[in-house]
């Protein structure tokens, strides 16, 4: 067991038991390996060794008004391990949260929903991505609004998101920033409009992550023609748009002054949306993952190397001599967080960082030079695997 979650309540039974469910349906989702995360409920024991842990406190009166489970709480927090509240629906922060918990961000239910909760609590344990980089392409001619209501609401949920109308500076390569930034944030999101497939840049972007394997996600309009849609597109990697949740708006273009309709989306549809997003993101990222850490484990039973898994995509590799060595993917291109998490897992063994065959900014390329310049941490792309694992 790598990975625990554990949800901790005095009297929120029902509660609880929705939570677990909306956890076990995203894992069932992900296909994780049952083995892997460890669901617990009840009062905190001692942290697991080895084990990356999060727990989350069900609010209630009773636990707010409760010392010995302040006193539990207290315990945990001083073992390191992130406690998160949760407010239930129709209850406020200060009726139902501990004030051992007072100073945390909670997860509130009058705002996000359970498959919200399931998602935060995933990513809060390392199961699912910390870093969240979208590339929205879309048809400025008739998706414009659209894809700026998106990047404005998803930006708000804590992504990285590129939209060339916002993230381009003048007196640069167009196309080579386009082709940097898709191979960046490893994961589409396309808004496949009426018009979207007549543009050569939106061709560029799809046959790219195509190519790279990158994560997609197809935003479909309704009633959209058969040869307006993406062909060749696993359904699971679109969804349909709801034709009553787009608006109608006039907007006027800065250049031209010409009027023209597009579309946007009705608020709650639209936040029920980026829900959607996350949740395809996570599943993507997680996916791409297990592919690479598989290369990874075949190249060494190929080698006669024995190895164990760790927390956070990472392997402990075992040596001649009694040495060790960690390796560690990452599903893009890599940056100094990445380093700064392997460096954690290998204490003195030597470290090895496999990533996506893409190249990231300049400016992030200069700094992973220099976290990595005593050279007890290497970086390895995707092609050079069967190199890297020889030379161990």
Known sequence: MLYRIRLIHLDQSALCQRIKDAIAAELKTLAVDPG???LCEGLPDPPVEEALEVAVCLGSARAQADFGLAENLENFLQSGVPVVPLIPKGHEFSEVVPPVLSKINAIDLNRESEVFAALLLLRLVGLT???RRVFISYRRT???LLAEQLWEELGKRGFDVFLDRFTIEPAVDFQARLTMQLADKAFVLFLESPEALTSPWVSHEINFARQNRLGLLALSWPGLADDAKLPDLYPDYRYELNAPSMLPVSYADPVSGKKKEYKVLEDKFCKDLVAVV?????RAM???RRELIGSVEQELRRCNLGFQALTRWSLRVDLQGGNSA???VVPRPPDVLDVYDLDLLRKSSKGYLVH???KG???RDELLAWATRDGSISRWPESDLVEMVESL
């Open 142 to 144: 008739d998706a414009l």
């Open 129 to 131: 991505e910390e870093q």
């Open 326 to 328: 960690v390796i560690t």
């Open 356 to 358: 996506s065959l893409a």
């Open 278 to 282: 996350e949740a395809n993101h996570a």
């Open 361 to 363: 900014p300049v400016r």
């Open 286 to 288: 997680y996916r791409r």
């Open 36 to 38: 892997t995360l460890e």
